[in-house]
């Protein structure tokens, strides 16, 4: 590992072993792969990955920003909420800062809370300046509240379309920029490291299904997102946890996947695929109600509905399991109807869709899997532990959100990560002695004779013992079990040799897995959003620190 960078962000953790996975998931010969070289390589194209290609572009880089399928189908572009930050005089940087180190659970990072929080307000002007017109009310931004603030400090756009509102300004800006060449339709499969542990480049698939190598001086992952691991999810069907799984076969430092966030309210309706319902619901006055159509949430904290994320999780499903129910309710008849048309335009589309009256029906909700508070160790310069390989937005593992995220931090996490990412690339690109890519490169993988599975059987399969088994609510025997059951489909599928990306996805999907599974297990405490039922207090004695892959 390269000393300078561990040591940098040592903190005394907990570690246990990285997952024995093979270096390199596909084949390569250079001799027959079409070559691309840059200054510096973005791997995704959400608010993380866009804001640093705009800064790695202003610091002189000839830039690529590659994305799986197309700009529209980042995590960023489906994010409803909003934005978090510091716009109203009543509100102030502690007040926020707090907040996020009370959701955090003891173990965010001071000096990261401080930055990103202070960013802010700065950071959100310039998407002003740059286009984005967040919504107002009396010429003034909009502000509302979501759980765990304590006050409002939510900013939206094109109402409950913020985060597509603000990657296409973004985009916008990406596209003018003649140094900035966006590919789309690119599988990243893996990243490729040279024997100093610097990230040299990338292993792709193309659109016109060849394999690509991009050789780059610096390379960021802004890959986002890992929802699609379990079988209830908000998240789109590109966040398969490509980025982490990749980074943790090059070497780099994963640390705290226990921690994935359940998001309490997505519509449920059996059949239908399951769509955020946005927590500023719950901020403006909606109320949660069990199929009995009893109050339920003041019994589990006394913010209620604005309790953090974590609680009104937990809450939701003890309910359903005292009412032994699927799901329960938001009761939002008393809203305005033109109001919440207008407000909330891509909620209404959907409950009108499935012929929901919002003055008459109650909306069906239930939790699901939504952000990946963990990821790559990143420092505050984001660096991570392989050099010229940086990390921005959800992928990295900062320490803003410690054991659990604010609602709408990240859109400002990825913003200002994305920021000091791209300045840190340009900085480093522009290095004379910056590595230069290797050039002459072959991996040769022989075939494995063991029998093939059926990678959709197993990915269903998976799904559904991630969510019964690695889920909300966690015990120590369905965590080792699940660990068995995935370790068996390894020996199946990571031995094979593919040459599409549902097999990729679903070696990576097997990978990270394993190693939620693990730090879950290896956590005999409750902490944010790991909750071990057998062990349901916090032990800050021995588990206030971070579980590493290393
Ligand atoms: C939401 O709109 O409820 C999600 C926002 C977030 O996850 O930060």
């Not at 985009?171 to 140094?179: A, C, R, T």
């Not at 059996?270 to 003041?298: C, H, P």
Request: hydrophobic share 40%; with cysteine; proline share 3%.
């Amino acid at each position: 590992m390269a000393g300078f960078y561990v040591k940098k962000m040592a903190d005394n953790p907990i570690t246990l072993k990285r997952p024995a996975v093979r270096r390199y998931l596909a084949p390569i010969n250079t001799a027959s792969t079409q070559q691309l070289f840059t200054d510096c390589l973005i791997i995704g194209a959400g608010i993380a990955g866009l804001r640093a290609a705009i800064e790695a572009a202003a610091g002189g880089c000839e830039v690529i920003i590659t994305c799986k399928k197309t700009l529209e189908d980042s995590n960023t572009w489906h994010a409803q909420g909003g934005i978090a930050s510091v716009l109203a005089e009543e509100d102030s940087f502690e007040s926020h800062i707090e907040d996020t180190l009370t959701t955090g659970c003891g173990i965010n990072d001071i000096d990261v809370v401080n930055e990103v929080v202070k960013d802010g307000p700065e950071l959100i002007k310039q998407l002003i300046d740059w286009g984005t017109e967040f919504d107002k009310v009396k010429g003034k931004i909009d502000i509302t509240r979501e759980g765990g603030h304590s006050h409002p400090r939510i900013a939206h756009a094109q109402g409950d379309c913020t985060g597509r509102a603000i990657a296409q300004t973004l985009i916008k800006k990406v596209q003018k920029k003649s140094n900035i060449s966006i590919v789309q339709n690119f599988f990243a499969i893996d990243l490729i490291t040279n024997d100093d542990n610097e990230c040299v480049g990338v292993i792709g698939q193309a659109a016109n299904s060849q394999k690509q190598i991009i050789w780059a001086k610096t390379t960021i992952l802004a890959t986002g997102g890992a929802g699609k691991l379990y079988r209830e999810t908000t998240n789109p069907e590109t966040a398969t946890a490509d980025g982490l799984a990749m980074a943790v076969r090059a070497g780099a430092i994963l640390r705290d996947m226990e921690f994935m966030q359940f998001h309490p309210t997505t519509l449920y309706i059996a059949g239908a695929s399951r769509a955020l319902i946005t927590e500023t619901l719950r901020g403006e006055g909606a109320v949660m109600l069990d199929v009995n159509g009893d109050k339920f949430m003041s019994a589990y904290h006394p913010d209620a509905e604005l309790a953090p994320r974590d609680i009104v999780s937990r809450a939701i499903l003890q309910q359903m399991l005292k009412t032994n129910s699927t799901h329960v309710f938001l009761d939002i008849r008393h809203f305005d109807k033109a109001h919440f048309a207008k407000r909330f335009p891509f909620i209404n589309e959907i409950v009108t869709s499935f012929d929901i009256d919002i003055s008459k029906d109650l909306i069906p909700v239930r939790p699901s899997a939504h952000y990946m508070v963990g990821g790559v160790k990143t420092d505050a310069l984001a660096n991570t532990s392989i050099k010229n390989l940086y990390t921005c937005g959800e992928i990295a593992s900062t320490g803003l959100h410690g054991a659990n995220r604010l609602g709408s931090n990240s859109l400002l996490e990825g913003l200002v990560f994305g920021k000091i990412a791209g300045t840190q690339a340009a900085q480093r690109s522009k290095k004379p002695n910056g590595p230069v890519g290797l050039r002459k490169f072959r991996i040769d993988i022989p075939e494995s004779d063991r029998s093939r599975l059926d990678t959709s059987d197993v990915l269903n399969s998976l799904r559904s013992l991630m969510w019964r088994n690695v889920g909300i609510i966690r015990f120590a025997k369905p965590l080792a079990e699940a660990q068995e059951i995935i370790s068996f489909w390894d020996r199946y599928v990571l031995d094979k040799v593919f040459d599409s990306p549902q097999g990729w996805e679903c070696q990576n999907i097997l990978t990270t897995s394993l190693m939620i599974a693990k730090a879950a297990e290896a956590r005999t405490e409750s902490r944010g959003t790991h909750f071990r039922d057998d062990f349901p207090e916090s032990d800050d004695e021995k588990f206030k620190t971070h579980i590493e892959f290393v």
